[in-house]
Protein backbone atom coordinates (compact mmCIF):
# COMPACT_ATOMS: atom_id res chain seq x y z
CA UNK A 1 0.00 0.00 0.00
CA UNK A 2 0.94 3.31 -0.68
CA UNK A 3 0.66 6.12 1.69
CA UNK A 4 -0.40 9.49 0.77
CA UNK A 5 2.18 12.00 2.66
CA UNK A 6 -0.54 13.29 4.87
CA UNK A 7 -1.81 10.06 5.87
CA UNK A 8 1.49 8.75 6.81
CA UNK A 9 1.61 7.91 10.46
CA UNK A 10 4.09 9.85 11.91
CA UNK A 11 6.13 6.47 14.55
CA UNK A 12 5.08 4.25 16.44
CA UNK A 13 5.18 6.28 19.36
CA UNK A 14 3.29 8.67 18.69
CA UNK A 15 0.37 5.67 17.22
CA UNK A 16 0.63 3.89 20.77
CA UNK A 17 0.03 7.40 22.73
CA UNK A 18 -2.78 8.38 20.70
CA UNK A 19 -4.20 4.45 20.84
CA UNK A 20 -3.36 4.85 24.38
CA UNK A 21 -5.32 7.74 24.77
CA UNK A 22 -7.95 6.64 22.85
CA UNK A 23 -8.38 3.66 25.24
CA UNK A 24 -8.55 5.43 28.86
CA UNK A 25 -10.80 8.12 27.17
CA UNK A 26 -13.44 5.18 27.06
CA UNK A 27 -12.53 3.31 30.07
CA UNK A 28 -11.28 6.45 32.42
CA UNK A 29 -13.97 8.63 31.85
CA UNK A 30 -16.45 5.88 32.69
CA UNK A 31 -18.78 6.76 30.14
CA UNK A 32 -22.24 5.26 31.19
CA UNK A 33 -23.92 3.20 28.24
CA UNK A 34 -25.25 5.32 25.00
CA UNK A 35 -28.73 7.10 25.84
CA UNK A 36 -31.57 4.28 25.35
CA UNK A 37 -29.40 1.59 24.32
CA UNK A 38 -31.79 -1.04 25.95
CA UNK A 39 -34.39 0.24 24.15
CA UNK A 40 -32.85 1.15 20.29
CA UNK A 41 -30.20 0.39 17.98
CA UNK A 42 -30.32 -3.38 19.33
CA UNK A 43 -32.16 -4.90 16.96
CA UNK A 44 -31.20 -3.56 13.82
CA UNK A 45 -27.81 -2.98 14.69
CA UNK A 46 -25.10 -5.55 13.41
CA UNK A 47 -21.21 -6.35 14.84
CA UNK A 48 -19.31 -7.37 11.73
CA UNK A 49 -15.80 -8.83 13.07
CA UNK A 50 -13.14 -9.58 10.56
CA UNK A 51 -10.42 -11.87 11.65
CA UNK A 52 -6.51 -12.79 10.89
CA UNK A 53 -4.21 -14.98 11.45
CA UNK A 54 -3.60 -12.75 14.95
CA UNK A 55 -6.27 -14.22 16.31
CA UNK A 56 -5.07 -17.51 16.33
CA UNK A 57 -1.60 -17.21 16.53
CA UNK A 58 -2.17 -16.86 20.41
CA UNK A 59 -3.28 -20.78 19.97
CA UNK A 60 -0.21 -21.65 18.80
CA UNK A 61 -1.06 -21.49 14.72
CA UNK A 62 1.80 -20.37 12.65
CA UNK A 63 1.17 -17.50 10.66
CA UNK A 64 2.22 -17.32 7.22
CA UNK A 65 4.48 -14.51 7.40
CA UNK A 66 6.82 -16.52 10.20
CA UNK A 67 10.10 -16.73 9.47
CA UNK A 68 10.75 -13.94 7.00
CA UNK A 69 7.82 -15.46 4.78
CA UNK A 70 9.76 -18.61 3.98
CA UNK A 71 8.99 -21.97 4.39
CA UNK A 72 11.83 -24.71 3.35
CA UNK A 73 13.67 -21.64 1.77
CA UNK A 74 10.85 -21.44 -0.44
CA UNK A 75 8.84 -18.16 -0.54
CA UNK A 76 5.22 -19.04 0.95
CA UNK A 77 3.92 -17.30 -2.56
CA UNK A 78 5.52 -20.07 -4.08
CA UNK A 79 3.71 -22.50 -1.70
CA UNK A 80 0.30 -21.35 -2.54
CA UNK A 81 0.32 -20.22 -5.80
CA UNK A 82 -2.43 -21.44 -7.80
CA UNK A 83 -0.79 -21.03 -11.27
CA UNK A 84 2.22 -23.44 -10.19
CA UNK A 85 1.17 -25.85 -7.18
CA UNK A 86 0.64 -28.85 -9.59
CA UNK A 87 4.28 -28.02 -10.65
CA UNK A 88 4.95 -27.83 -6.89
CA UNK A 89 2.54 -30.79 -5.97
CA UNK A 90 4.62 -32.78 -3.19
CA UNK A 91 6.22 -29.65 -1.55
CA UNK A 92 2.88 -28.18 -2.18
CA UNK A 93 1.00 -30.76 0.18
CA UNK A 94 3.70 -31.15 2.17
CA UNK A 95 3.30 -27.48 3.74
CA UNK A 96 -0.06 -27.85 4.40
CA UNK A 97 0.10 -31.69 5.57
CA UNK A 98 2.31 -30.30 8.22
CA UNK A 99 -0.48 -27.08 9.52
CA UNK A 100 -3.41 -29.33 9.07
CA UNK A 101 -1.57 -32.33 11.47
CA UNK A 102 -0.29 -29.24 13.79
CA UNK A 103 -3.96 -27.68 13.62
CA UNK A 104 -5.41 -31.06 15.52
CA UNK A 105 -2.93 -30.12 18.59
CA UNK A 106 -4.06 -26.82 19.02
CA UNK A 107 -6.74 -25.60 21.04
CA UNK A 108 -9.15 -22.29 20.67
CA UNK A 109 -7.91 -19.41 22.89
CA UNK A 110 -10.00 -16.86 25.29
CA UNK A 111 -10.58 -14.53 22.10
CA UNK A 112 -12.24 -17.91 20.00
CA UNK A 113 -14.38 -18.48 22.69
CA UNK A 114 -15.47 -14.37 23.52
CA UNK A 115 -16.40 -14.03 19.85
CA UNK A 116 -18.60 -17.55 19.71
CA UNK A 117 -20.31 -15.29 22.48
CA UNK A 118 -20.82 -11.98 21.08
CA UNK A 119 -22.40 -14.15 17.79
CA UNK A 120 -24.53 -15.44 20.22
CA UNK A 121 -25.85 -12.34 21.67
CA UNK A 122 -25.50 -9.58 18.45
CA UNK A 123 -26.61 -10.20 15.54
CA UNK A 124 -23.20 -11.00 13.59
CA UNK A 125 -21.55 -11.38 10.80
CA UNK A 126 -18.20 -13.47 11.21
CA UNK A 127 -15.30 -12.99 8.17
CA UNK A 128 -12.45 -14.55 8.54
CA UNK A 129 -9.10 -15.12 6.36
CA UNK A 130 -7.87 -18.04 8.28
CA UNK A 131 -8.05 -21.60 7.57
CA UNK A 132 -8.18 -22.97 10.77
CA UNK A 133 -11.28 -24.20 12.01
CA UNK A 134 -10.54 -22.89 15.80
CA UNK A 135 -13.76 -20.33 15.54
CA UNK A 136 -15.72 -23.49 15.24
CA UNK A 137 -14.01 -24.99 17.98
CA UNK A 138 -14.55 -22.31 19.68
CA UNK A 139 -18.12 -22.25 19.63
CA UNK A 140 -19.57 -20.25 16.58
CA UNK A 141 -21.58 -21.20 14.81
CA UNK A 142 -21.89 -19.21 11.23
CA UNK A 143 -18.26 -18.41 9.91
CA UNK A 144 -17.36 -17.31 6.30
CA UNK A 145 -13.71 -18.14 5.75
CA UNK A 146 -12.99 -15.91 3.16
CA UNK A 147 -9.82 -18.13 2.58
CA UNK A 148 -10.68 -21.35 2.25
CA UNK A 149 -10.74 -24.30 4.94
CA UNK A 150 -7.36 -25.86 5.93
CA UNK A 151 -9.47 -29.55 7.26
CA UNK A 152 -10.65 -29.33 3.32
CA UNK A 153 -9.96 -30.81 0.55
CA UNK A 154 -10.89 -29.74 -3.40
CA UNK A 155 -11.16 -31.97 -6.53
CA UNK A 156 -10.46 -29.91 -9.51
CA UNK A 157 -11.04 -32.73 -11.68
CA UNK A 158 -14.78 -33.81 -10.34
CA UNK A 159 -15.65 -30.70 -8.34
CA UNK A 160 -15.87 -32.53 -5.06
CA UNK A 161 -14.62 -30.92 -1.65
CA UNK A 162 -14.15 -33.12 1.43
CA UNK A 163 -12.97 -33.39 5.15
CA UNK A 164 -10.20 -34.74 5.80
CA UNK A 165 -9.61 -33.82 9.26
CA UNK A 166 -6.24 -33.06 10.79
CA UNK A 167 -4.27 -35.84 8.61
CA UNK A 168 -2.00 -35.47 6.49
CA UNK A 169 -2.62 -36.62 2.34
CA UNK A 170 -0.26 -38.79 1.49
CA UNK A 171 1.23 -40.69 -1.85
CA UNK A 172 -1.72 -43.53 -1.64
CA UNK A 173 -4.85 -41.24 -1.35
CA UNK A 174 -6.99 -40.47 -4.12
CA UNK A 175 -10.02 -37.97 -4.57
CA UNK A 176 -13.15 -40.41 -2.76
CA UNK A 177 -15.80 -39.45 -5.46
CA UNK A 178 -17.61 -42.03 -6.99
CA UNK A 179 -15.93 -42.98 -10.26
CA UNK A 180 -13.20 -40.36 -9.78
CA UNK A 181 -9.95 -41.19 -7.68
CA UNK A 182 -8.36 -38.75 -9.39
CA UNK A 183 -4.83 -37.35 -7.40
CA UNK A 184 -2.83 -34.54 -9.49
CA UNK A 185 -5.68 -32.18 -9.59
CA UNK A 186 -6.33 -32.67 -5.78
CA UNK A 187 -5.61 -29.18 -3.56
CA UNK A 188 -6.11 -28.10 -0.32
CA UNK A 189 -9.40 -26.28 -0.27
CA UNK A 190 -7.65 -23.07 0.40
CA UNK A 191 -7.39 -19.94 -1.88
CA UNK A 192 -3.67 -19.55 -3.01
CA UNK A 193 -2.43 -16.99 -4.57
CA UNK A 194 -3.92 -16.09 -8.02
CA UNK A 195 -6.87 -18.28 -7.26
CA UNK A 196 -10.23 -16.52 -7.06
CA UNK A 197 -11.81 -16.31 -3.55
CA UNK A 198 -15.90 -16.65 -4.05
CA UNK A 199 -16.30 -15.39 -0.72
CA UNK A 200 -14.84 -12.00 -1.13
CA UNK A 201 -18.02 -10.56 -3.48
CA UNK A 202 -19.91 -11.73 0.49
CA UNK A 203 -16.98 -9.73 1.81
CA UNK A 204 -18.02 -6.43 -0.06
CA UNK A 205 -21.43 -6.76 0.15
CA UNK A 206 -21.17 -7.09 3.82
CA UNK A 207 -19.17 -4.03 4.08
CA UNK A 208 -21.11 -1.76 2.11
CA UNK A 209 -23.96 -2.87 4.07
CA UNK A 210 -22.49 -1.30 7.42
CA UNK A 211 -24.44 1.91 8.27
CA UNK A 212 -24.20 3.71 11.60
CA UNK A 213 -24.77 2.15 14.87
CA UNK A 214 -22.88 -1.21 13.35
CA UNK A 215 -19.92 -1.82 14.37
CA UNK A 216 -17.11 -2.90 12.40
CA UNK A 217 -14.45 -5.20 14.54
CA UNK A 218 -10.83 -6.00 12.68
CA UNK A 219 -9.12 -8.47 14.95
CA UNK A 220 -5.51 -10.40 14.03
CA UNK A 221 -4.56 -8.95 10.54
CA UNK A 222 -1.97 -6.52 9.28
CA UNK A 223 -3.82 -5.80 6.43
CA UNK A 224 -1.07 -7.09 3.76
CA UNK A 225 -3.73 -9.07 2.00
CA UNK A 226 -7.05 -7.35 2.42
CA UNK A 227 -7.25 -3.76 1.92
CA UNK A 228 -8.15 -3.53 5.66
CA UNK A 229 -7.38 0.21 5.74
CA UNK A 230 -9.35 1.23 3.15
CA UNK A 231 -12.76 -0.57 4.15
CA UNK A 232 -12.67 1.18 7.63
CA UNK A 233 -11.91 4.47 5.91
CA UNK A 234 -15.35 3.81 4.00
CA UNK A 235 -17.46 2.11 6.41
CA UNK A 236 -19.86 4.59 8.15
CA UNK A 237 -19.81 2.96 11.66
CA UNK A 238 -17.95 2.30 14.54
CA UNK A 239 -14.25 1.03 13.58
CA UNK A 240 -12.39 -1.05 16.14
CA UNK A 241 -9.03 -2.54 15.58
CA UNK A 242 -6.95 -5.42 17.49
CA UNK A 243 -3.87 -5.93 16.82
CA UNK A 244 -0.65 -7.28 18.55
CA UNK A 245 1.17 -4.18 17.11
CA UNK A 246 0.99 -1.32 14.56
CA UNK A 247 1.31 -2.19 10.71
CA UNK A 248 2.22 -0.22 7.90
CA UNK A 249 -0.67 -1.13 5.90
CA UNK A 250 -2.86 0.63 8.37
CA UNK A 251 -3.76 3.91 9.62
CA UNK A 252 -5.09 3.38 12.54
CA UNK A 253 -6.44 7.30 12.02
CA UNK A 254 -9.51 5.28 10.47
CA UNK A 255 -10.85 3.44 13.50
CA UNK A 256 -12.26 4.56 15.97
CA UNK A 257 -11.13 2.79 18.87
CA UNK A 258 -7.71 1.29 18.64
CA UNK A 259 -5.97 -1.97 20.67
CA UNK A 260 -2.31 -2.84 20.44
CA UNK A 261 -2.38 -6.00 22.55
CA UNK A 262 -3.25 -9.75 22.49
CA UNK A 263 -6.82 -10.45 21.64
CA UNK A 264 -7.24 -12.48 24.43
CA UNK A 265 -6.55 -9.09 26.42
CA UNK A 266 -8.49 -6.96 24.46
CA UNK A 267 -11.62 -8.83 24.51
CA UNK A 268 -12.93 -8.10 27.82
CA UNK A 269 -12.07 -4.38 27.03
CA UNK A 270 -13.96 -4.49 23.50
CA UNK A 271 -16.92 -6.13 25.18
CA UNK A 272 -17.45 -3.45 27.57
CA UNK A 273 -17.55 -1.46 24.04
CA UNK A 274 -19.84 -3.56 22.49
CA UNK A 275 -22.00 -3.39 25.21
CA UNK A 276 -21.97 0.45 25.37
CA UNK A 277 -22.60 0.98 21.29
CA UNK A 278 -24.82 -2.45 20.83
CA UNK A 279 -26.87 -2.57 24.05
CA UNK A 280 -27.54 -6.37 25.41
CA UNK A 281 -30.55 -7.76 23.84
CA UNK A 282 -30.72 -9.91 26.77
CA UNK A 283 -31.21 -7.05 29.14
CA UNK A 284 -34.05 -5.18 26.53
CA UNK A 285 -36.03 -8.78 26.94
CA UNK A 286 -36.67 -8.54 30.64
ZN1 LIG B 1 -12.56 -36.00 -7.92
Not at 163 to 188: H, L
Request: charged fraction near 20%; charge should be positive; aromatic fraction near 10%.
Amino acid sequence: MVWASADRPRGHSLLLNRAKTVVHGIFLKGESPLPNSKSTNIIMSKLVILSGAGLSAESGVATFRDNNGLWEKHRFEDVCNFHTWQQNYDLVHRFYNQRRVQLGTVEPNAAHRQIAQWEATYKTVLLTQNVDDLLERGGCKAIDHLHGFLTRMRCFACGNRWSIGYTAWQEADRCPAEGCGNRSNVKPDVVFFGESAPVYSFLWDTMKSLERGDVLLVIGTTGAVLPVDSMARNANCIRILNNLTPSTEINDRNFDYVFYEPATKAIRKIDSLLKQTLGRPSDSAS
